[in-house]
Nanobody, 124 residues
Framework: QVQLVESGGGLVQAGGSLRLSCAASGGTFRSLVMAWFRQAPGKEREFVTAITWNGGITSYPDSVKGRFTISRDNDKNTVYLQMNSLKPEDTAVYYC?????????????????WGQGTQVTVSS
């Protein structure tokens, strides 16, 4: 059983930056495809990005392309989401997700493990 704990959310002004972290435990981190999703109030959960054990990355949706970057540290069992040039529309709960021994996927149902989420609020 894999446990995921996100951190790094908070309140930031538009144009600012945050780095989210997701620490994994209980599994073999190198086997995990790691992803970030987000859910804004009143909206469905949205895929943000995903990364394989060796750094393969999905394309980013246009809404975050050029501003968000995913990375991972396999020695620290942690995946990161660097978010720059934040906009009010980035306000959401950000979730970390994981699935072992799988291909990259943009689909929620392909991920077996989820964190509790961390709130990101961007003020205008």
């Amino acid at each position: 059983q894999v446990q995921l704990v996100e951190s790094g959310g908070g309140l930031v002004q538009a144009g600012g930056s945050l780095r989210l972290s997701c620490a994994a435990s209980g599994g073999t981190f190198r086997s995990l495809v790691m992803a970030w999703f987000r859910q804004a109030p009143g909206k469905e959960r949205e895929f943000v990005t995903a990364i394989t054990w060796n750094g393969g990355i999905t394309s980013y949706p246009d809404s975050v392309k050029g501003r968000f970057t995913i990375s991972r540290d396999n020695d620290k069992n942690t995946v990161y989401l660097q978010m720059n040039s934040l906009k009010p529309e980035d306000t959401a709960v950000y979730y970390c997700a994981a699935v072992p021994f799988a291909r990259l996927s943009t689909l929620e149902y392909d991920y077996d493990y989820w964190g509790q989420g961390t709130q990101v609020t961007v003020s205008s």
